[in-house]
């Protein structure tokens, strides 16, 4: 019943700047985890960073850290991700998933995900 839709991906110059939007429907907690992930071709799935809606703090890890912003509309249930700076080695498909609330932001564990949205950089 928990759906998550990530929109916003496309082609993008390096250095160029980008948003993707990520909705949730369906989830009866007031305020809960949500997080951006992605998964560059031939690797792993990796973190980009979480917020947790009741309060808006984030976390960032280290691959995109000081070239993002995630943010929050909770009128429109809805977390963003807006991304600068953007390198060769940006381009993945990019996941929005969320979870139940935790103490800590970095906490956070993420049991629904959206089909993706993919993010292509060149020069």
């Known amino acids: 019943q928990v759906q998550v839709v990530e929109s916003g991906g496309g082609s993008v110059q390096t250095g160029g700047s980008l948003s993707l939007s990520c909705v949730v429907s369906?989830?009866?907690?007031?305020?809960?985890?949500m997080a951006w992930f992605r998964q560059i071709p031939g690797k792993e799935r990796e973190g980009v960073g979480s917020?947790?809606?009741?309060?808006?703090?984030?976390y960032y890890h280290d691959s995109m850290k000081g070239r993002i912003t995630i943010s929050q509309d909770n009128a429109k249930n809805t977390v963003y991700l807006d991304m600068n700076s953007l390198k060769i080695e940006d381009t993945a498909m990019y996941y929005c998933?969320?979870?139940?609330?935790?103490?800590?932001?970095?906490?956070?564990?993420?049991?629904?995900w959206g089909q993706g949205t993919q993010v292509t950089v060149s020069s």
């Open positions: 998933a969320a979870g139940p609330p935790q103490s800590r932001v970095n906490y956070c564990k993420f049991n629904y």
């Open positions: 369906g989830y009866t907690y007031s305020s809960i985890c």
């Open positions: 917020i947790y809606t009741g309060d808006g703090s984030t």
